[in-house]
């Protein structure tokens, strides 16, 4: 079997959550791999949403940034950046969002913001929010991409940045955020599920060769697993191969 | 009509000490010519607008110019953190930078409210994030059908806006096509507006994806090739993603980066 | 991905008896055709909303498809009155029709309030009018950072909206351009919508100034070659207008409009 | 000298009313003419608005609706109807507005949508609102061109679809009004304006021929008239000539 890497384990499994034929908002970085993957081998009906206004892009390279010229040059329509929000994202035509974290808690609360000291006067300065908060609120799910660590995986985050669950059940209906909210969170180490009962992210699959200690380890929490906890696949021949191409592509590229 | 004028002039005449200043671009079409001159122009106190504060306003804010910047996304895309922006914040270096942050859906309304002439706007928005304690520039609004709570943010209206588009005809009508971002929405929302562009011809052929910006709601046009480096200028030049990556290295330091800014801004040669 | 379907089993399936529908399209692009098979299909007690109830809502009105309409300007666009209309609201003929009055301002706010998935939209409009005495769904809203008094509308979401365009892909992709209106806030307010076609093309070539509706917000599309006639496409058609100036006479009388609707409507040839 | 109709003199004067280097927004019928005549004859860089989204539109023939396709295909640029009204219009970027009306009064209401019975069972059902409400509310000023009869120039409108000066001084600022109001009304027999102290419409020039007398028996209310009342002059050549030439447009137009 071809050795990967835990990066491309993950990238794998995120690309693998996300159906063909269903509208995808999706961020630079690992999201947009993922999707791309998910493009090249399962799911070539995927649209991707980029938050510059290109609606249904197709890049054949993975783009460099949000607002790269092969998404517009491919898109089925250009839109302005408002109209992506308004038209697109808030009344929840977009099936899934991915959104990456800095900190993230239990309840799939999210931290880009800052950490440590407090707001005005941080240990570190985060990026900041981005479209992140309505994406969160407003995508028919959100899929979360994230290494596992400590300082991660925390058991509160220094500053809402999105909102998963909040404190708990009820808490999305009683804010009014329309979306299904943190269904699934993809890690170096494996893949968490809200319960659905707790809301609570649950371990429900460990990548192979990893072990539940490892998890454990890795959360800043009293992490909770399933009763029946699945081991992932590895990433097949064709999808590390298509994965590698695609992250060739950023090399290459202009 | 909007003035033909050169980028020196129009940075004179429309950027003012103090002014609330916006320079959009959404990754691309980014007016990095405009900042700089802004810069070697050095002009203090502003307030910087802009969804995506990157690497064109970390060399705004290490230079000094800005007191405050209103913000929702502050990074070098695909690259990592802006050192001078965070020196900034968390040293006060070279002086103190006061935020308002926002979400991309906040400021794009915002700038939406200011091009509408409303004084401020309604989204689905915010709600449950710690985004609402920092400013008073978020709040509950109630619908008056359904009783609904929703998000409100005042408009934003910037005293000058700076964008980069391809090109203008000499009636100072402006075009721009690719990802135009909330150009429109951020000149139309600003008192005055200047727009550097790659070239000005006789007659705008009509592009798909084109916008254009009627010379009449324009203040003032610069032609500026090249203007929006390192950033592109879709149909003129790509992105320089080495200087992206570069910037990383340049700008961890306040020396390097007061170096760089001394030979490749103050020092520069400036075409008229 | 949109449906590809015929115009009668488009509307068949998609316009159903009490529907709020909305036909739009601002003098280009009038979805006659489907209007036509509206009226093929004896739908009842459909609230029309239409920003300009013209000629094609002078006929829907007249052959008792509308229990209430919501509009803004009903005329027929450089001819006069339209008939139909005024004798349903005079007289009642042939069934009583209700009606709900906006201005251009509102109604377009109301569409955008729709397809952005907010209750209501703000604007500066009616205020001092005597249209908010008739109507509770225009209402005063304060700001909530200036004090300011403004409007409120609510959100305009129609069962189903139907607009005509120049073409689309095998995908259900619909491409228009040309005067667009307020189509693309019409069709992504709506639950559903139908969209009628000159032509399914298998690619769509870019052009200026077009708007893109993905296949994937659409729930169908019909070709109708022709199908905004007398209404035009731009690139397809001409207006024309001799029956425009025709209709006055045709639609003045009870007895000439209803033979007119029998033979031109309910007798007409209709391609599969 | 030429002969020349009421209605031309109407139309001529109303041209004359727009300055060169202003963005105005026109309706169809005869401000449309006017405004066609202005761009064509004093001032060629008259920037035309029309509600159907044609910012800048320049046709080389008079169009036959908003919609004409001959606006889109020489504007400057094409836009939503919801950017006209919410972008252009509302924010009082255009200097000049130009309204017709049904009824009028002396400060300038406008009725536009029924007359006589009531609003729920009315005599006469007009077309309603359409752009006006807000073009009054928000441009520069407003000039109304109207043919002035009893019928028109009412005592007390029916219905008030767009306002004028409401019921005096100040009504407009309270209303939070920011445009001008009704500046001018160009008639068939002259020309009105609105006194700056008291807001009533006033005649202050007539066209050739026409009598204070005429004007008065074709207003209904006492007819504030100026202490120095002018007469027009009557169209040029060159502006009879250049009206003809765009009215015989719309006859051969397809």
Known sequence: MTEYTADEMMTVAAARQLRDGTACFVGIGLPSTAANLARATHAPGLVLIYESGCLGAKPDRLPLSIGDG????????????????NYWLQPGRIDVGFLGAAQLDRYGNINTTVVGGDY??????LPGAGGAPEIAASCGEVVVVVRQSLRTFTERVDFVTSVGYGSGPGDRARLGLRGGGPRTVITDLGVLEADPATCELTLTRLHPGVTVDQARAATGWPLA???ELATGEPPTADELAVLRALEATKRTAR | MA???SLADGVAELVRDGDTVALEGFTHLIPFAAGHEIIRQRRRDLTLVRMTPDVIYDQLIGAGCARRLVFSWGGNPGVGSLHRFRDAVQNSWPVPLELEEHSHAGMANRYVAGASGLPFAVLRGYTGTDLPRHTTNIRPIECPF????LTA???LRPDVTVVHAQRADRAGNVQMWGITGVQKEA????????I???EIVDELEPVPGQVVLPGWAVTAVARVPGGSHPSYTQGYSVRDNEFYRAWDAISRDRDTFTDWIARHVHEAEVPA
């Open chain 1, 70 to 85: 092969v998404l517009a040059d491919t898109a089925d329509a250009v839109v302005s950046v408002p109209e992506v929000f």
């Open chain 2, 187 to 194: 000149v139309l929302a600003a008192q005055r507006s200047l």
């Open chain 2, 3 to 5: 003035k033909l004028v």
């Open chain 2, 146 to 149: 359904t009783g609904e709570t």
């Open chain 2, 196 to 198: 550097t562009v790659e």
């Open chain 1, 120 to 125: 005005t006067d941080p240990k570190v300065r």
């Open chain 1, 225 to 227: 697993v399933a009763d």
């Open chain 2, 153 to 155: 943010v005042p408009a």
